[in-house]
């Protein structure tokens, strides 16, 4: 082995083993929850239902997530609960992608620009209706 190859092969375990001690400092793991969560394995490509430990890392200020582990792969997986815009299983899940594509309409808001080409003039629609209730309100009496 050249003298060059063992000085990258110490720095690599040196830097490895800084990481491993960081982690070790900041990973708080508690209980386990009990609670069955929803997990997608990239390697398996496939969302699974796990039971699940709560964790605490103080890096970045503290963050919560849920841990397990891979039932095929052994791989770890991690959902975030503080910091939720950055959940990898929400960009990565194929359940939830198909449940997107499935109720798509039912998920719009009214200030998106989809929504008045599905829904019409929602604001008509819902005056007509006021109209109709007072017209039978009136008619009843």
């Known amino acids: ?11 690599v375990a040196e830097l490895q083993a800084k990481r491993i001690a960081a982690k070790e400092r900041t990973e708080i ?3 386990p929850t009990n609670k069955y969560i929803d997990f997608y394995c990239k390697q398996c490509d496939e969302d699974m239902r796990l039971l699940a430990r709560k964790g605490y ?12 582990f891979c039932e095929k792969c052994d791989k770890e997986l991690i959902r975030r609960l ?6 990898p299983y929400f ?15 039912q998920l719009l808001q009214r200030n998106d620009p989809r929504f008045k080409r599905v829904y019409g003039d ?15 309100n009136f008619d009843n009496k």
């Open 1 to 11: 082995m050249s003298e060059f190859q063992q000085i990258y092969d110490n720095k």
């Open 29 to 31: 793991d508690t209980e």
């Open 57 to 68: 890392t103080r890096y970045r200020g503290g963050r919560w997530f849920y841990r397990a």
């Open 82 to 87: 503080t910091d939720k815009k950055n959940d």
């Open 91 to 105: 960009a990565e899940s194929k359940r939830l992608r198909n449940d997107r594509k499935k109720y798509w309409k």
């Open 122 to 136: 929602w604001e008509l629609a819902e005056e007509r209706e006021r109209e109709n209730e007072l017209r039978t």
